[in-house]
């Protein structure tokens, strides 16, 4: 018998790299409107919490709403040219579909980006639901967002695993009272991840069947 019906991923660090994509756009944005270039790994740390999040703390306050125009608009065409799944990301979800497990994502991504994302890839035929955190009033940390996929299928938390790769992501399962596994290839520390807790802590998402009937 299966410990778990439905699987839930984040997106950006989880299953995908898209770090490079974000540090060309971020760093184009803030050229075209005279701020100064931040490196990529001042930029990994600010990342996770939506595109408004990650920018309005570099910028003024006035000038958020510009900011965040140039950067989506050259977000569209750098996610699909440096945005790339990690290692054995594609034989992971084939494997968790063919075993009958639902799949869905729950990104702090806005959805339109999401897509663009999970479309290039070829990984829209993996997932069930996708459900990003512009769709509600709060995002992650805020347990709504898996709360809402749970309900989706009908389910309950014991009947869910939620893999991240944040500290967000770790706090967003234990509020929706759901086991959660962090991934080392986002945005927080290790040190950071231990401190939250989560029900395991993995070095690569390819290990993640190891935890689970398949």
Known sequence: MKRFKL????????LIDAYAAITKSFNFAMKRFGYPQQSRLVIRRAVGWGDT???????????????????????KT??????????GVIRLLAGLKAQGYKLAVASNRP???SLILIRHLRLSSYFDYVLCADKLKAGKP??????????????RPSDTLYVGDMVIDAQAGRRARVKTVIVTTGSSSIREIKAEKPW???????????????
């Open 78 to 87: 750098s996610l699909v040219k440096y945005s790339k799944v990690f290692p």
């Open 200 to 214: 395991k802590i993995i070095k690569k998402i390819k290990t993640l069947s190891k935890l689970i009937d398949f």
């Open 53 to 75: 999040h990650l920018l309005r703390f570099f910028v003024k306050a006035q000038d958020v709403a510009g900011v965040l125009e140039t950067y989506r608009r050259d977000h």
């Open 111 to 113: 959805t339109r980006f």
């Open 7 to 14: 699987i839930i991923f984040d997106l950006d660090g989880t």
């Open 142 to 155: 805020h347990p709504e967002i898996l709360r809402q996929i749970i309900a989706k299928f009908s389910l």
